[in-house]
């Protein structure tokens, strides 16, 4: 069944750059999309107006599990985890993992256990208490997932999460993703520039075009293509 629709949603930057003109899109849940195009052809604007971090010049956006996008993403249903890691350099890994439930007031014994869960479903028990700055790029990744899961979202939206790491470890990852996606059943959507990791990872693939930037093509991958 559905779980998002975006119906006829434009954006007009600055009354004159237009990045996405009429996007009509319903995604399934459960779904893996992944939205691939070249630079400039609107799809971080897609993501910043899915997480209500950004209007809809004209069009709206509708998540099916609550009336409004805002209170989907006040009720913690919607993650994101962008491609740098942004984790505070001062906290050890358990703490950046449990900051979203610290900033809901969840005391202190709670959020470590749900942090504990999550840090081990992305493979990093046993570095709880190390700082950011001791782990690789990789691991800093999957800090930064284990913060988005914490809350158990049902939309998880990851904006090129993969594009600085190096290609051992960014495949890697790519076997724990499509694990921790099966395991938890929630909707990923997934912008990347790589094709190959987007027929890798994805049950769909949204292809845009810039100027104006559109959704030209949707297609269903193939699950032998899939490692799935
Ligand atoms: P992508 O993520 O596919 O690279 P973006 O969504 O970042 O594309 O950008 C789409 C278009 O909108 C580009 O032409 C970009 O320069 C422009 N753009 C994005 N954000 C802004 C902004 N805040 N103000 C003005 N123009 C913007
Ligand atoms: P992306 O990796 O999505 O291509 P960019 O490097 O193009 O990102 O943009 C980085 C940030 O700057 C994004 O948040 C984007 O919305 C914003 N941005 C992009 N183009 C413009 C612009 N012309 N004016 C203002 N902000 C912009």
């Not at 990045?19 to 459960?30: C, K, T």
């Not at 709670?110 to 081990?120: L, S, T």
């Not at 292809?207 to 093509?217: D, F, L, Q, Y």
Request: net charge neutral; charged share 25%.
């Amino acid at each position: 069944k559905p779980m998002l629709k975006i119906n006829d949603v434009s954006k007009i930057y600055d009354q004159k750059i237009v990045a996405l003109s009429e996007v009509n899109l319903e995604i399934e849940e459960g779904e893996f999309m992944s939205f691939v195009g070249p630079s400039g052809c609107g799809k971080s604007t897609i993501f910043k107006i899915i997480a209500g971090l950004s209007e809809p010049t004209t069009g709206s956006i509708e998540m099916v599990t609550a009336e409004k996008v805002e209170t989907a993403i006040k009720r913690d249903e919607v993650g994101f985890v962008f491609q740098h890691a942004t984790l505070l350099p001062w906290k050890p890994v358990i703490d950046n993992v449990a900051l979203p439930l610290e900033l809901k007031g969840v005391s202190k014994k709670e959020r470590q256990e749900k942090a504990m869960e999550v840090i081990e479903l992305v493979g990093l028990k046993g570095y709880e208490k190390a700082l950011p700055r001791q782990l690789s790029g990789g691991m800093q990744m999957r800090v930064s997932i284990a913060r988005s899961l914490i809350a158990k979202p049902k939309l998880l939206l990851m904006d090129e999460p993969f594009g600085a790491l190096d290609e051992m470890t960014r495949q890697n990852l790519h076997y724990e993703l499509l694990q921790i996606w099966q395991q938890t059943g929630m909707t990923v959507l997934f912008i990347t520039h790589n094709v190959f990791e987007s027929v890798f990872l994805s049950t769909k693939i949204a292809v845009m075009s810039a100027r104006p930037g559109r959704i030209t093509h949707v297609f269903d991958v193939p699950p032998y293509e899939r490692n799935d």
